[in-house]
């Protein structure tokens, strides 16, 4: 007996020192943001995966298969892929998304094993993406969801769905796996920024990570006995311009929460080249779009990690896509085609024309960008041609997606224009916002560009870009006087109290729902009463919907990325033999004069 007992501590012992003494290799893949771009970044008809070194594109599923496929062959026990959010809104194929649920299977079929939630799955609300996992699942296998700091609300039966797939396990609070000998654990957060700009997922809650996860770290390294602890971590973080470095909330999360081993990173699309160490924790992020697939390579010795290596795998035109793959994203298309585009005159290879430049966002100096102005002057261009007549256009920076690269040929076909305004769904079930009307006084477009220059002068998703209306401004001037002159259609009108004739302003419903929210945003300071057409105030921007088709039954919804397409499609047809965007469009906004300068 003694003999036996002291041939198992023996053993207990050098399988212990065994532990300490070798070091343990673990290989992790990892995206973030990747927004439905089964097809990759660039122009769509550009994107050829299965012949390599003829195109510029980046990204698309079957290359990241192959990837995937490599590694898990060359070292299936030491190798783990994983997601932190966005997978799903950017593209075409998430309109199908309900309906199929055909992402969740095909990132389960190349390779994905965990992955959370970003703001952007809950786009169309709590219900919606609780049925895409659904309909998912119905249809096969699925990546393990891990949300850590997700909320129901227990007087709500809106998020009653969602929390039926917390019940089953579908989705975890965090899960604890070997891989290669070692114990690891997986969770996931929605950060601050992505909590608030994500609406529609109400009544959901997501209370600040660094409040829910120390907790639950303690727990999982104390008694889960976890070796590593990695956060799939929908919270991000911005370079610091000015003195180099990083600084956001993911660097903030690490500092009051040590013992987070690795966090990787999303929402704010920034490219790591090397990973960012804060005390013990590693953090990265590969951009967006999976045009880098995340590569690390770690060592695993005496207790914690010994050595880190990080690089950014292109996902680029020298990878040979997987054929398969390739084959059901084509499948899907035609479904797509079918079911959703040619209700609307139009198919997926549709070609609205080309740039011979790139009209993009340049989210660092929003005023140094061509996009904008250019979706602005599409939907003007759109409504007037369908019969109506705003006085101006509104864009928001914020709901620019992407941009129009002009790759190798600069053919800008029906994905492409749907990914620039690829945001939210009608009531007719057609993907985009609807385009709406409001009315406002002479004196309120005055207040309404005060507000609007200001917001300007502060960037973010707020910049608003015009079309049809000139403001001149003078930067010197007080709070809520700096707007000298407005002209519409080229003519000055007036802007004091005196003037209450009615200006149209057209944008999307969601932004135009925003007018009616000033005077609470600035606690009263500013009033503006969006109207209808006769004057009286709007109650339900749905009653504001432009009907673009007004001998059809029902309302008949626009769309700007049908805009967009349309108005490519009308400018002068040249030597190619399609219509060419005018290089007018290279010059970046000036709808806004500062009189001062």
């Known amino acids: 007996m003694n003999k036996l007992l002291g041939s198992l501590c023996l053993l207990l012992f050098w399988g212990s020192a065994w532990h300490s003494a070798f070091a343990q290799e673990l290989n992790i893949l990892h995206t973030n943001d990747v927004h439905s771009k089964l097809t990759g970044y660039g122009p769509e008809g550009e994107y050829s995966p299965m012949v390599t070194g003829n195109d510029k594109t980046e990204g698309g599923f079957a290359r990241l298969a192959t990837l ?27 309109v199908a998304e309900e309906e199929t649920g055909f992402q969740l299977n095909l990132m389960k079929k190349i390779g994905y094993e965990y992955i959370t939630f970003g703001n952007h799955e809950f786009d169309f609300g709590v219900g919606t993406i609780a049925k895409i996992i659904k309909t998912a699942k119905a249809n096969g296998a699925i990546p393990q969801f891990v949300a850590s700091n997700m ?21 975890k609070p965090y899960v604890v796996i070997t891989k290669n000998g070692l114990k690891i654990a997986i969770i996931g957060a929605l950060g601050i920024d992505a909590w608030s700009v994500a609406p529609a997922s109400k009544p959901l809650s997501f209370p600040e990570p660094a409040k829910i996860l120390g907790k639950l770290v303690k727990f999982l390294k104390t008694t889960e006995k976890a070796d590593i602890v990695i956060l799939l971590s929908h919270s991000g973080f911005y370079p610091n311009e000015q003195g180099g470095g990083y600084y956001g909330e993911d660097l903030d999360l690490a500092k009051k929460i040590p013992a987070i081993d690795i966090i990787l990173s999303g929402h704010t699309h920034v490219k790591t080249p090397e990973f960012i160490q804060v005390g013990t924790t590693y953090i990265v992020q590969t951009g967006a779009y999976a045009a880098n697939l995340g590569n690390i390579n770690l060592k695993f010795e005496n207790g914690k990690i010994a050595e880190f290596k990080f690089n950014l795998i292109p996902v680029d035109d020298s990878i040979e896509g997987d054929a398969e793959v390739n084959d059901m994203v084509n499948k899907q298309i035609e479904f797509i085609n079918q079911k959703y585009l040619s209700g609307i005159g139009l198919t997926y290879s549709d070609v609205a024309g080309k740039t011979n430049f790139d009209v993009f966002t340049n989210y660092a100096k929003l005023k140094e960008s061509n996009m904008g102005s250019f979706v602005a002057d599409a939907n003007m261009f759109y409504l007037k041609n369908k019969g109506m007549a705003p006085d101006f256009c509104l864009v928001s920076a914020g709901t620019i997606r992407e941009d129009l690269p002009k790759g190798m040929q600069g053919i800008i076909t029906v994905p492409d224009a749907f990914r620039v305004m690829s945001l939210g769904k009608g009531y007719d079930n057609v993907p985009g916002y609807p385009l709406a009307q409001v009315y406002v006084t002479g004196h309120e477009v005055k207040k309404l560009m005060e507000i609007l220059t200001m917001m300007r002068n502060k960037g973010g998703d707020g910049y608003l870009y015009f079309s049809g209306i000139k403001v001149s401004v003078n930067s010197d001037k007080g709070f809520l006087k700096k707007v000298q002159k407005v002209e519409i259609d080229g003519k000055a009108i007036d802007i004091s109290k005196k003037n209450t004739k009615l200006y149209s302003i057209a944008a999307n419903s969601y932004l135009l729902s925003f007018i009616g929210r000033i005077k609470e945003m600035s606690k009263g300071l500013v009033v503006i009463v969006p109207k209808d057409k006769n004057g009286m105030p709007v109650t339900d921007m749905q009653n504001q919907l432009i009907d673009i088709d007004a001998n059809k039954t029902g309302t008949q919804e626009g769309k700007e990325w049908i805009a967009l397409f349309d108005y490519i499609r009308s400018f002068p047809i040249t030597g190619s033999n399609v219509s060419v965007i005018p290089d007018s469009y290279k010059q970046f906004d000036t709808t806004v004069i500062d009189l001062k300068k």
Request: proline share 4%; aromatic share 8%.
């Open 68 to 94: 995937m496929k490599q590694a898990k062959t060359k070292a299936p026990e030491k190798t783990l892929i994983l997601d932190a959010g966005d997978f799903l809104m950017g593209s075409l194929f998430h």
């Open 151 to 171: 909320v129901f609300d227990p007087k709500s039966t809106d998020d009653d769905e969602l929390q039926t797939l917390f019940t089953d396990q579908t989705i």
